[in-house]
């Protein structure tokens, strides 16, 4: 009953949103989003509410699965278009091993990508235009690093996103896909400094406590914020 | 985090829920004001206060039951790394790097042992010690107390069990607050299963290949300790949600890479059952 009573608000506030009139509380939303750097829809103008527009960048509409499955497979876009890229022309000091395990983390995010692609089927939203520029892959340092900010940025993405997840099935595919990008944060870490593959306490900033043992969990608007560098698509966030 | 989840799985288990809540406005009213202030992390021990107030005495069946199902297995694991670090035996873990890991990963346990206590109200002793645990599994692993490869051959296997129950419990805390507690933990899990994956293959005799993730084989069990073969059951999984991941798409993804791109997860029963491996009187029911 009291389920419902969310659910009907928040078609009114989706309706709202749609006559223009947005309610205080999704206007902050969208204000702490955009000033996160994530390009939005123009809330409120009728005219520009097709949100399957391609020209309009890519609709993430949290009000049911599809939109938590969507979230999931842009993260993973990115995580493939970033691995891809440096499997194909690796940093020179890597070893015969990191390469081949680099090998591996790339092919695991294409599966996990591709996964999502076939899931969600017509609903999926396009392919994202990704944005490497502020990495030199050349650097082993650079790759490293941005290995690093894109694995624990996952593993706080579907920690935080595990919630809203009303398919029991879909919630134990997330389960299934983040303890396989926290395998690969530990890897990266180790290889960055050995034995900071669950350094909780530099995990903070995504939601981690290290007294409670507990990993990093974001939610998907601080999520975007962070990834939102690396994409060039507008991505627009509804329904969070 | 949405309370009204959570009330709703409890109404599936305890149709009286909003009834017992309604007296008891004022529990709630401070509960919600109370997680204003703390931390989400902390979030569990609010949830056991309020259900305290809300029933009296315990949690509603099912939430209860998963956390302390996961109590039972934080035991198990801080009891073997406690142990293994406290021996005066020098040789037995080497200082440095194995040391100060294996230290990290005892911690982080302890720190699970406490954080589910305190969701569950429990106050006083540890309802397991080291003295409830058979570390050898009736001899299996005899020389688990002096040997360093059969130290970490069983660590290993308790990462990745670790892992795999947490996975498994997911759908019955489905929606609630609690969830996202029981995810952070399960992540944390996969981080130190990678971590002794790692450790096991510099150190673990014709292991020397073992990934951080868990590679396909035909059994599932890609760590050559036979002894672990129901840790990794159905691991050797390439279908999800009825999808061949394996080429995938057209793409180059091979059977192994397949396998490894998505951990699976173990029943609540199947867990237990390698759980009372180590466990020779106060068995898990």
Known sequence: MKNKELETQNEIQETSFLNGSLGRRSFLQYAGASAAGIALVAAGCKKDRGYNDVNMGATLDFKDDFGVLNYAYALEQLEAAFYVKVASAPPSTFTTAQKAYFQDIQFHEIAHREFFKNALGTSAIGSLEVDFSSIDFTSATSVLGAAQAFEDLGVAAYNGAGVRIKSTDYLVLAGKIVSVEARHAAYIRDLISNGSFADLTSLTALGANNAGGLDAALTPDKVLAAAGKYIKTKINVINL | ?285
């Open chain 2, 1 to 285: 985090m949405n309370i009204l989840n959570i009330l709703d799985e409890i109404e599936k288990v305890d149709g009286e829920i909003y009834e017992r809540l309604s007296p008891r406005r004022k529990a709630m009213k401070d509960f919600f004001n109370v997680g204003k202030k703390i931390s989400f992390a902390a979030l569990p021990l609010a949830l056991g206060s309020m259900f305290q107030k809300a029933y009296g005495q315990s949690n509603p069946t099912s939430v209860t039951e998963v956390l302390n199902f996961a109590l039972a297995l934080e035991y198990l694991e801080w009891n073997y790394y406690n142990r293994a670090l406290t021996l005066a035996t020098a040789t037995y873990i080497p200082t440095g790097a194995p040391r100060a890991a294996i230290t990290t990963i005892r911690d982080h346990e302890r720190a699970h042992v406490d954080l589910l206590k305190g969701a569950l109200n429990i106050t006083g002793a540890d309802s397991y010690t080291f003295a409830d645990f058979d570390f050898t599994a009736g001899g299996i692993f005899g020389d688990v107390y002096t040997n360093y490869q059969t130290f970490l051959k069983v660590a290993l296997a308790f990462e990745d069990t670790g892992v795999r129950a947490y996975k498994g419990q997911a759908p019955i805390l489905k929606g609630n607050a609690v969830l996202t507690t029981a995810l952070q933990i399960h992540s944390v899990e996969a981080r130190h299963a990678s971590h002794i994956r790692q450790m096991v293959a510099a150190n673990v005799t014709g292991a020397s290949g073992l990934k951080p993730w868990i590679a396909y084989t035909g059994n599932g069990n890609d760590t050559g300790v036979t002894a672990a073969d129901g840790v990794y059951a159905g691991e050797q999984n390439t279908t999800q949600a009825g999808i061949q991941i394996t080429a995938i798409n057209g793409t180059a993804v091979t059977q192994s890479q397949a396998a490894e791109s998505f951990d699976e997860f173990l029943t609540g029963s199947d867990v237990k059952k390698i759980a009372n491996l180590f466990i020779p009187i106060k068995k898990l029911t």
